[in-house]
């Protein structure tokens, strides 16, 4: 590449990093809890986002819909017309809650900066920008909703019936949401698909112990998600002896430690108890059940399953031993996922051809590139996290990385075309 190019796409990301950083904070006003940050799968804070993001979009010329999965969705065409491919170019626009501004946002936002860069300019294919109505399931507890419902058949969908803390079911919101938009388009991909591409905060500390902007992604654990439940016998807290009581929270806390050491004890091996819910939940009650989630990630599918029932066997133990009854579910399972050697490949030469140094990273959490992996050639670059934060209101990023991000990805859309021809400009192959 000319250093002539090189230095016109420097002026053209310079302005449009600042622009990517505001549109950010005006998305992170978006939320359903006022002082935080929070937008979960179908509510109205995910609406107000496409509606905030709609004009910025049609603006480029794109066109602009919302799918039955609330995925918002804008296409800029090609200058080959409907028969030419499609480059998708996504992530999430749900949060956890109390979260950052950047997680998911970003790489959503980086995308419409990708077509602004471009100046007008049309290319061998079409560009595709999906936000993603759910990856955090925050919601319903089941990940990747938005990126799932664009990618599985209906007969692979049993998570439709996981209940919010209301008892609505995933298949009811659903339903009342395509009763309320009866404008969607159906949430299904576009059969010229030819590949998928996303950027992301990397959420750990990696790249900045490195001093680097940019990391360019070759894979993503696996997950387990799971539920325990000790039932017990709720007690009078000052009237039940202590060898006589069935205490379910002190179980889960043994439990929680054991958990703890076995995932201690393995190399790269994760396990997270981020929930617990206690009931009947009074101070002077001893507690009857405790529900608990397990998460647990791991880039080998076999250790990770080995962890797990090794976890759910000492929850077993546990409650045999202090004669309490035990309920165990593995409800969501992820398997690793390794991207498109070829995609690795432009993801790489595009960051050089950038002027940015670069390592290969595996990703310790999940996205919805691991999603689509499995139906397209899939690409994915990581912008440095700063402390390493995340899913935290102190998350960020660098404006000087947002700048090298879109040198990147406009290094990368030109990569993308000598991709789709060598493979014979056949989609989804």
């Not at 009866?182 to 750990?204: D, L, M, R």
Request: charged share 20%; proline share 5%; with cysteine.
């Amino acid at each position: 590449m000319s250093t002539e190019t090189i230095s016109k796409r420097g002026a053209i990301s310079h302005g449009l990093a600042t622009s990517v950083l505001e549109r950010v904070a005006t998305i992170a006003s978006c939320t359903e809890k006022p002082g935080e940050i929070l937008r979960t799968f179908l509510s109205p804070a995910m609406e107000e986002v496409h509606e905030r993001m709609r004009p910025w979009l049609e603006r480029m010329g794109m066109n602009v819909n919302v799918d039955a999965a609330g995925n918002l969705r804008a296409v800029y065409a090609s200058d080959a017309g409907e028969s030419s491919p499609v480059l998708i170019i996504g992530s999430h626009l749900d949060t956890v809650p109390n979260a950052g501004a950047y997680d998911g946002v970003l790489g959503v936002l980086l995308g419409l900066a990708l077509v602004e860069g471009l100046g007008g300019r049309r290319l061998p294919y079409s560009i595709e920008i999906i936000g993603f109505s759910d990856e955090e399931g925050t919601r319903f507890g089941v990940p990747f909703l938005g990126s799932r419902l664009l990618t599985e058949m209906p007969s692979e969908t049993s998570f439709l019936e996981s209940r919010d803390s209301s008892g609505v079911t995933i298949r009811q919101a659903l339903a009342k949401y395509r009763v309320g938009h009866p404008g969607v388009t159906p949430s299904i991909f576009n059969p010229k698909s030819a590949g998928y591409f996303e950027f992301h905060i990397e959420q750990g500390p990696l790249l900045e112990s490195r001093n680097l902007s940019l990391g360019v992604v070759e894979s993503i654990v696996g997950q387990s998600r799971c539920h325990v439940v000790f039932h017990g016998s709720a007690g009078h807290a000052g009237t039940s002896p202590m060898p006589l009581r069935r205490d379910a929270l002190a179980a889960a806390a043994l439990w929680i430690t054991r958990c703890e050491s076995i995932a201690a004890g393995g190399v790269g091996l994760v396990a997270t108890v981020g929930q617990i819910l206690v009931k009947p939940g009074a101070v002077n009650v001893i507690p009857g059940t405790a529900l608990c989630s397990l998460d647990v990630r791991h880039a080998d599918d076999a250790e990770r399953t080995n962890a797990v029932e090794a976890m759910m066997k000492e929850a077993r133990d546990i409650a045999a031993e202090r004669g309490l009854g035990i309920e165990t579910d593995e409800y969501h399972t992820q398997p690793a996922v390794r991207f498109d050697p070829e995609m690795i490949s432009l993801a790489e030469k595009a960051v050089r051809d950038a002027g940015c140094g670069h390592i290969r990273m595996t990703s310790g959490a999940g996205h919805d590139a691991m999603v689509i992996a499995s139906h397209l050639p899939t690409g994915m670059i990581f912008l440095r996290s700063p402390g390493g934060i995340s899913h935290h209101p102190d998350e960020s990023v660098l404006v000087d990385d947002v700048e090298v991000a879109i040198q990147a990805g406009l290094c990368f859309l030109d990569e993308f075309a000598l991709f789709i021809e060598k493979r014979g400009n056949s989609p989804r192959e």
